[in-house]
């Protein structure tokens, strides 16, 4: 299935900012940044532009423009969000002790922890500082602040589920209602707060913006409850990631958690024991977790969630005044999120 | 001698403040925070109230009343920059190893690195979300707006004082110009910024905020040499820290830099050999370190350094428009950071 256009668009544009924020010091500390975001390999070689997906920004821009605003006033916040969100990926890939990202090793690896705490923390600031953009392109004080509390407010909540992610780890009695809710807060604030702060830029009607964050909301649910289930029962040939490899990497993601919930006796007690070994994963160990899903019906589960979530947002999206393109646009978005393969 | 009233009267609300950005989230993020403010132990129970010394946000506070503002409107930034600190102690902390502060054990000493990063992110996320205030305490958009960009340039400046000071522990030719880059950006910056904020708050007027903002920048300087003073040759029973500690744990501070950049020969390799040397210090490395010191005139250099820096310090307030009891405090500010001993 085709990616939507709006993924794609606003592509040239952000790029440019997130180069303009990133200035051109030649401190060590912004090499790093360069390196992670893909434009230079470690010793400082230009590579060929890759900023990797930038969908936060792009949904930034796409909100802004949908409820009638320029997309471009909103250039400030989505180089914002996409710095954020690079923030909390520099961090994470300490935290889980990921050697490698997109298959390239990761900041901390090459240059050790302490910097790699730094890059993350430069990256958080440089976002922060990208939202008062530079003299030509700044936004009204009121609305940049406006912008600003929605984004830090996100980064809180999205910190504030990356610590439950890190204290399921060490539970196995999550439940799935627990489970959403961390989603909702490491994953689904900063995609909401990209709807939410692209709309507020856009436009001064608070029910419309308000409908944009919800929107957001069960798009980041819909993307994550996705993402959960090719981790699953992905095929490797598209998805560009081993079979089952969430299964591999023993992720407490929603069908396992699903699992846990739901399977009873010696089906529960051997998918904990799974979960809770540390050798590598056996052939009939995952033939058993996969027959165990089955049993509970888990793939069952998500596709329903995923579904459900899909229509709860396109309900946001009926009530809001906007062209019938925008509305088109989302349904899109929506579409695209619920089957993607990849 | 006496610490200025200055750093104490407005204790009460800078407690008040940091008290409500710290939220009652009753999640284990934080507690983890409140535990490092000193608020609370390990296990959740509440301690003698104790923030530190929060000197930063009462230099923010006083700025704003010295240019003739109200100080309580600077109350925001005055809890950001106390946050925002406090984010880079904890940070600090990981990337130092140190497993006590103050004598409590650090954050990530107690709850491992992986939180320990994420209260760190969330004390600078609380931080930047403080400066918006609660709803009744906010500043105007202009000032907030102004305020923000103030920190967040001196919280990434703070970062890259961060990353030399890292680079520094691998280089014997540090040289003093070096350094000062170095301090003026990992501690000078926050300070200023302290008063820089506040100033900016308190009045419109550009060229009273712009001295004080190069008189932070010398108070910044001076509070570090005269740190790394104490830190070699302070008495141990006023400074609480055991004799010529810096040299224990080999910190690369101003008397050494100093020392490696002038001593020739003989004295120049002994002092590599001692600083690159893994093993505990021995009475003899330390008696010769601090000979070598004596022989190209550290204490000397470090001295005049820091009179050359206070009296910079007082230029740029005499010609500040101030009331005469403000700029008496200044002066006050100036000598106590010039001859304190703890």
Redesign the interface.
């Known amino acids: 299935m085709e990616l939507p256009d709006v993924f794609t668009r606003y592509r040239p544009a952000i790029t440019q900012g997130l180069r303009d924020a990133l200035t051109d010091s030649e401190?060590?500390?912004y090499g790093m940044l360069r390196y992670h975001l893909g434009w230079q390999d470690e010793h400082g070689k230009p590579l060929e532009a890759n900023s990797g997906k930038a969908v936060r920004p792009a949904l930034c821009l796409f909100a802004c423009e949908a409820v009638g605003g320029q997309w471009s006033t909103a250039l400030p916040a989505a180089v914002a969000i996409e710095l954020i969100h690079n923030f909390s990926l520099v961090?994470d890939d300490?935290?889980d002790g990921d050697t490698h990202r997109r298959h390239r090793a990761t900041v901390w690896y090459l240059w050790g922890?302490?910097?790699g705490?730094?890059a993350?923390?430069?990256m958080?600031?440089?976002g922060?500082?990208a939202m008062?953009g530079s003299d030509g392109a700044a936004l009204p004080?009121?609305t940049?602040?406006t912008a600003?509390?929605i984004l830090?407010?996100a980064?809180?909540d999205m910190?504030?589920g990356?610590?439950l992610d890190?204290?399921f780890e060490q539970r196995a009695n999550i439940r799935v209602d627990d489970y959403l809710l961390m989603i909702s807060k490491k994953t689904g604030a900063l995609l909401a707060a990209s709807f939410h702060m692209g709309a507020a830029i856009g436009t001064h009607e608070a029910r419309t913006t308000s409908e944009m964050l919800e929107f957001g909301k069960e798009l980041g649910l819909l993307f994550q409850v996705r993402d959960d289930m090719l981790g699953v029962w992905g095929k490797p040939e598209v998805t560009g990631k081993s079979a089952a490899n969430d299964i591999h990497r023993r992720k407490k993601s929603l069908p396992v958690v699903h699992a846990l919930e739901h399977a009873k006796g010696a089906s529960r007690d051997r998918l904990l024991a799974i979960y809770k070994s540390e050798s590598p994963l056996t052939e009939k160990d995952l033939s058993d977790v996969l027959t165990i899903f089955a049993e509970v019906g888990s793939a069952r589960y998500c596709e329903e969630l995923a579904r459900q979530t899909a229509e709860a947002s396109l309900r946001h999206i009926e009530s809001v005044e906007m062209s019938l393109a925008a509305k088109r646009e989302c349904a899109e978005m929506t579409r695209f999120l619920l089957e993607r393969e990849y």
Chains 1, 2 share one sequence.
Do not use: M, Y
């Open positions: 401190l060590p500390l961090h300490i935290q922890h302490s910097h705490v730094n993350g923390d430069a958080n600031i440089l922060n500082l008062f004080p009121q940049a602040l600003s509390r830090t407010k980064c809180a910190i504030e990356q610590v890190l204290s």
